[in-house]
């Protein structure tokens, strides 16, 4: 007779946030580099945005699912799809395939993923301090660009750039946090926690 007990299996799945906040950070600082006006669009970015920042947080965002994390799955998998879209937005028009957006549709773009970032940032009031952080500088970033765009105003889409990298760096910031607390098992760089 075989035994009908049932087995409980552990499942231990790595945090995938920290490579979803890391991407995304990584990205957003070398994006708003640029557009802070240090160095024209080029290569680096694209490739920043369809590999690490594109790819590396779908990864995140589908692992999240194994961990039952519907926040995670949703922010990192959108996020993920907005860096391939926007290196479309970039590349398709260059290659012929569309015409290049124009301002409006610009506007239109980043607005929408404002409002996102607006309602994802309700969801961070029950997670850390530093996401928080993290979601209110790319709703108000988002919301530059579209001030920037519509206005044609080149200040204001500098000044983008630099409230990017704030918004960038505490993505970092929060990814490798995330690291080095689980590493020492206990907080050496702090995020806030709820």
Known sequence: MIPTTPVAV????????????????????????HNAGFFDMN???????????????????????????????????SYGFFWLSLVGLIVTPKLGWAPKPSETAMCAYLSIWGVFTLCLFFGTLKLSRALQFVFASLTIL?????????????TVKHFAGFEGIICGLSAIYT????????????TVLPIGAK
């Open 43 to 77: 290569a680096m970015i694209l490739a920043m945005g369809i590999f690490y920042g594109g790819l590396a947080q779908i990864i995140a965002g589908i692992v999240e699912v194994k961990k039952n994390n519907t926040f995670g799955l949703t922010a990192f998998t």
């Open 175 to 186: 990814g490798i946090a995330n690291v080095l607390n689980e590493v020492y098992n206990r």
């Open 10 to 33: 552990k499942n231990e799945i790595a945090n995938p946030a920290p490579l979803g906040l890391c991407a995304f950070g990584l990205t957003t600082v070398l994006l708003n580099i």
């Open 142 to 154: 988002f919301f530059l660009l579209v001030w920037g765009d519509a206005s044609g105003n080149e």
